[in-house]
């Protein structure tokens, strides 16, 4: 479920609210009881954590649980951080 974040135009409270796509956005702001909440436009966040899709799924063979496995081998030239790799030449 996503988080909203409401202020209210009388006393200036904010605050997150976890709603459902089809509830109803809430009007009553609980500092000050007036109806004056608005919905704030705001980025969305969210983290993926564990072992989760991302890691293991649509993924075959060799290419399952990347994490776990052999990492690539270090640029024998040591500049792939400044653009001036010499394995990609």
């Given amino acids: 479920m996503p ?15 976890i709603q459902k796509f089809s509830d109803a956005p809430l009007v009553d702001c609980p500092a000050c009881q007036a109806p004056e909440l608005t919905k704030m436009l705001s980025l969305p966040g969210f983290r993926l954590k564990g072992g989760g899709w ?33 394995a990609a030449d």
Avoid: V
């Fill in 3 to 17: 988080i909203y974040e409401y202020q209210c135009a009388s006393c200036g409270h904010q605050l997150e609210a």
């Fill in 54 to 86: 991302y890691e293991t799924d649509f993924k075959t063979g060799a290419k399952k649980n990347l994490a776990s496995g052999d990492s690539a081998p270090a640029c024998p030239g040591g500049g792939c951080g400044s653009g001036a790799c010499a």
